[in-house]
């Protein structure tokens, strides 16, 4: 069984679709298409069900899919382990990040390090805090930044630096115009917030408890799973949103969002960590990322504020 199959295969699994994995695998389609025959010959069953431009795993892919990331991930182990007995550091890893070290952070450290220890390849998990949490747990990552409260029995946390979690709304809103606002005031508005687990929406819920409210007390007419949606939600005028400054530096600077602020107020700042598993130990790539990612933000240039 070719690995570069099981590859392909499980990047088409996950992206449920043949010609984003070839996108990201640097393979054109047919190729795609080749690697996925020649995997359903070698196991004799069909892998993929065609719905649309879209695929799914059949229940016999599903079996497969199972195996085969822990047979990838095997490897790497190895592969990882070896390198240890080599001057020259490479290998592969994977990392998390929750929403925003992931989407606006993370990406920017990847290219610094790869600069600086160009044999290691890192692919990157963005989903939200506590799901990058439960990855670090299963196994399935090695590094993860998040910005929420940790298990601190079975998670190491190193801290990297803050955000602040700020409400946004269109420069037509009602409300934009105001210099400051109240809480009573607010009621009055319609919030896009995120989803349960967003590690954004947890830093503000705790805020609205402390000044004697439930975030059910106000008016929340959806939950999206990034904050690229909620920018977008905001600007097109659908209501309020609930948000990290390091997502909106740009379209604050430009006008084209305007913070809201509270009256009494003081700045709702949060914390991000990089986590590890207590107890496992890193393999060498991962171990040279998280002592450059702890560097990285030690340094302080790369994250400056503009506030």
């Keep these: 069984m070719d690995m570069k199959h099981l590859e392909t295969f499980c990047k088409v699994a996950e992206l449920e ?3 984003r994995a070839g996108e990201t695998l640097y393979l054109t389609q047919p190729t795609v298409s080749g690697h996925i025959a020649l995997l359903e010959q070698t196991v004799g069953i069909k892998l993929f069900d065609r719905l649309g431009r879209g695929v799914a795993l059949t229940n016999g892919g599903q079996v497969l899919y199972r195996h085969a990331k822990e047979i990838l991930k095997l490897r790497d182990d190895a592969l990882n382990a070896i390198s240890e007995f080599s001057h020259v550091i490479k290998g592969k890893i994977t990392i998390g990040g929750s929403t925003i070290p992931g989407e606006y952070f993370l990406p920017k450290v990847m290219g610094g390090f790869h600069q600086t220890v ?6 990157l998990a963005i989903a939200d805090s506590q799901e990058i949490i439960d990855m670090l747990l299963a196994g399935e990552i090695e590094v993860g930044v998040v910005g929420m409260r940790f298990d601190r029995e079975r998670v190491d946390a190193y801290p990297l630096f803050h955000d602040r979690v700020i409400i946004i709304a269109s420069p037509d809103h009602p409300l934009a115009a105001q210099r400051k606002v109240s809480w009573e005031d607010l009621h009055t508005a319609s919030f896009l917030i995120r989803e349960k687990g ?7 819920e705790g805020h609205v408890m402390a000044a004697g409210y439930r975030l059910d007390d106000f008016s929340s007419i959806g939950e999206l799973g990034s904050s690229t949606a ?3 939600g905001v600007k097109e005028g659908i209501g309020l949103g ?6 909106v530096r740009e379209e604050l600077a430009q006008g084209r969002l305007r913070e809201i602020k509270i009256q009494g107020l003081t700045l709702l700042e949060r914390e991000f960590f990089a986590v590890v598993r207590t107890g496992r130990e890193l393999s060498p790539p991962a171990r040279r ?13 790369h994250i400056a504020r503009d506030d």
Excluded: M, N, Q, V
């Excluded at 160009?118 to 692919?123: C, E, F, L, R």
């Design 230 to 232: 909620i920018k977008e």
């Design 198 to 204: 967003s590690g954004t929406r947890k830093a503000f």
């Design 289 to 301: 990322f998280l002592e450059f990612l702890i560097a990285y933000c030690a340094d302080g240039s």
């Design 242 to 247: 609930i948000i990290s400054d390091l997502a």
């Design 118 to 123: 160009p044999g290691i390849a890192i692919d």
């Design 17 to 19: 679709s043949f010609s």
